[in-house]
């Protein structure tokens, strides 16, 4: 079974600075999805950015990007220019790409809070 | 633009009542899914769905059941209410294959007292 791990509960950044959120996932699989979810008070689940396991070029979404190490199973997500509403619970994850999976369900790590300041 | 509508969004329910969350998507996904998030954690699968008529086990479903009987509808079954199933319960739907992500209900917060 897989396991996706964000090992910072909290984290913290000033308006207008960057911020990076560390994921790390365990698999012995080789073709599968990674996902970052953004989720603000208001409960939603929000797709931030998505990574192809089969693509070596990071994800990139506006001020979004990822910083995706294979053969380390790390995917960190990088927020530029951080605003306020960026602030949220974010989670990572996985999701098998294998055909034998039929249910192509997500695995999701325990969530990182970020709190932007003013 | 409905995209994936669950409800009620709140409920409070007794120890040992039972009660229906339900979940309906009009983007005509074959995938169906319900999750469940405690406070400060991530989400955890109950059970889900490939098509109407399978479902099957996620990581937690004791205590829970489903039925899939139209590709629209999915909903989620509490036979006998307990403490540890107060928790923040949500639905979500995908495309079968591919980087497709999958979307989400608005999720319905559920007490059990």
């Known amino acids: 079974a897989q396991t996706v791990t964000q090992s910072q509960p909290e984290m913290s950044v000033q308006e207008a600075e960057t911020v990076t959120l560390s994921c790390t996932y365990d698999t012995s699989e080789s073709d599968y999805y990674l996902f970052w979810y953004k989720q603000p008070p208001s409960r939603q689940m929000i797709l931030v950015i998505r990574q192809e396991a089969y693509k070596q070029q990071n994800a990139t979404e506006n001020r979004f990007s990822v910083n995706f190490q294979k053969a380390a199973k790390s995917f960190s997500l990088k927020i530029s220019d951080s605003q306020l509403g960026d602030a949220a619970m974010y989670f990572c994850a996985y999701r098998s790409a294998e055909v034998i999976n039929a249910g192509n369900m997500l695995t999701f790590g325990g969530g990182t809070r970020l709190m932007v300041k003013p | 633009n409905a995209g994936v509508t669950q409800t009620p969004k709140f409920r409070i329910l007794k120890i040992g009542q039972s009660m229906t969350l339900q979940c309906a998507q009009d983007m005509n996904h074959n995938y169906m899914y319900w999750y469940r998030q405690d406070p400060g954690m991530g989400l955890k699968l109950i059970y889900y769905?490939?098509?109407?008529?399978?479902?099957d086990k996620g990581e937690v479903p004791n205590g829970y059941n489903v039925s899939r009987s139209t590709t629209e509808y999915f909903p989620l079954r509490l036979e006998l209410a307990a403490p540890s199933q107060t928790s923040v319960y949500f639905c979500?739907?995908?495309?079968?294959?591919?980087?497709?992500?999958?979307?989400f209900g608005d999720g319905t917060r559920l007490s059990i007292l």
């Open positions: 979500a739907s995908s495309l079968t294959r591919g980087n497709q992500p999958q979307h």
């Open positions: 769905s490939v098509g109407a008529g399978i479902t």
